[in-house]
Every structure is written in structure tokens, then in C-alpha cells.
């Protein structure tokens, strides 16, 4: 099965703190996206990417940016962080968007 | 706004009994259905998919898709305990942008 690796597994941060969150394949997928789960939220769309160098804006952006370096790596960044991103986030990798997605294990981040 | 509504927010069923879920799209641009299963503590995995009018069969699980109405169902028969997760119903916009349903609680009671 497609591997997708999350780093780090867990992170505690304060409120306006910087963060990085960071995401792998290595399965040549050229999709990729980060979703955030809260409890009664399912999964929501932050933000996701078809290739390297390519940003596409989900439906929970603010206070989120996101950059693909390449065809593999996919961050997550929250330059100001705020208790409200406190959350468990997904990354996920396909193919192609028709495709079923891979996850990661997940990070869980705390902001204090 | 919610694009993709999911009913019942819970469902306990009996062990050996059949267990229903609902998902339907309120956006018109959707084309491709997924159905998801995430274990307590873990990261969801696709169930099935399904992408043309009619049913689809496999094993245990059967899933159909109205495309008019935009409504699908999933259907698991002969349930298990370790069935018991929370199903999440996904959709893709045709601008690529797949977006999931908040989820169904299945509690499978031996």
C-alpha cells in the first residue's frame, strides 16, 4: 500500500507561535492535500496541490499556508498559531484526484 | 457551508444485523463518490468508490449511487464488531477538490 509520512506525530506549541508540519510520499503521486479533523467536522479541506510549485486553496485557509517543494514533500505552515488550530491533520496523497487518497498517520497539534 | 450531508450522525446495530448510511451532495459540480472507514485512533481508509448510476457489490459491502439526486448509500450486511468506526462519505468536485461529510458513528453490539 502507498506510504504517507506525517512529521512530527505530536507538537505543542503557544499561541503565536510558528509551526511546520510535514508530509512525504514516495508513491509518484501527483496529488496532495492536508485536511484538519475536529470532533463533529469529519475532514476539511486546508489546502492542496497537483504537482510541485502548485497551491490550491481548500475550504479552511485562513491562518494556513502551504508549499510543495517537490513531486514528494508537501508543509504545512501556521506562521501565527492560535488555540483554534488545535487539531488532529491529515495529509493525503493520489494519483490523480479520481483516485482513492492515502493517509497519513495524522499530526496532533496543540496550541496553548 | 456543508457540501456533503451524512445521516444518521450515529448508528448502533446489532452484531450479524444490516447497517445503512447515507450521504448526499448539495453541490451540483460533484462527479466521484467515496466511502471511507477510520477506526478509533487511526487514519481513514477507502471502503469503496463508486462513480456511475446503479450498485456496487463487494463482499459485505454494497454501495449505490443515485446521480440526479446525488445520493449515496452504503449498506454493510452480516456486521461486525470490527465494523464499528466512523464512515465518511467523500465527493470530488470537478474543479478537484474532494471534501468529505462529517461522518457516521457505527457501533456494531455483539
Known amino acids: 500500500e502507498a506510504a504517507v509520512t506525517q512529521s512530527p506525530r505530536n507538537k505543542v506549541t503557544v499561541t503565536g507561535g510558528n509551526v511546520t508540519l510535514s508530509c512525504r510520499q514516495t508513491?509518484?503521486?501527483?496529488?496532495m492535500y492536508w485536511y484538519r479533523q475536529d470532533t463533529g467536522h469529519g475532514l476539511r479541506l486546508i489546502h492542496y496541490?497537483?504537482?510541485?510549485?502548485?497551491?490550491q486553496i481548500g475550504d479552511v485557509p485562513d491562518g494556513y499556508k502551504a508549499t510543495r517543494t517537490t513531486q514528494e514533500d508537501f508543509f504545512l505552515l501556521l506562521e501565527l498559531a492560535s488555540p483554534s488550530q488545535t487539531s488532529l491533520y491529515f495529509c493525503?496523497?493520489?494519483?490523480?484526484?479520481?483516485?482513492?487518497?492515502?493517509f497519513g498517520h495524522g499530526t496532533k497539534l496543540s496550541v496553548l | 457551508q456543508q457540501k456533503v450531508q451524512q445521516s444518521p450522525e450515529s448508528l448502533i446495530v446489532p452484531e450479524g444485523g444490516m447497517a445503512s448510511l447515507n450521504c448526499t451532495s448539495s453541490?451540483?459540480?460533484?462527479?466521484y463518490f467515496w466511502w471511507y472507514r477510520q477506526h478509533s485512533g487511526k487514519s481513514p481508509k477507502m471502503l469503496m468508490s463508486i462513480f456511475s448510476n446503479g450498485e456496487k457489490e463487494e463482499g459485505r459491502f454494497t454501495v449505490h449511487l443515485n446521480k440526479a439526486s446525488l445520493h449515496t448509500s452504503l449498506h454493510i450486511r452480516d456486521s461486525q464488531p470490527s465494523d464499528s468506526a466512523l464512515y465518511l462519505c467523500a465527493a470530488r468536485r470537478n474543479n478537484n477538490r474532494i471534501f468529505f461529510g462529517d461522518g457516521t458513528q457505527l457501533v456494531v453490539k455483539p
Open positions: 508513491n509518484s503521486h501527483n496529488y
Open positions: 453541490d451540483r459540480n460533484v462527479d
Open positions: 496541490s497537483y504537482g510541485a510549485g502548485n497551491l
Open positions: 493525503a496523497s493520489s494519483v490523480d484526484s479520481n483516485e482513492r487518497l492515502f
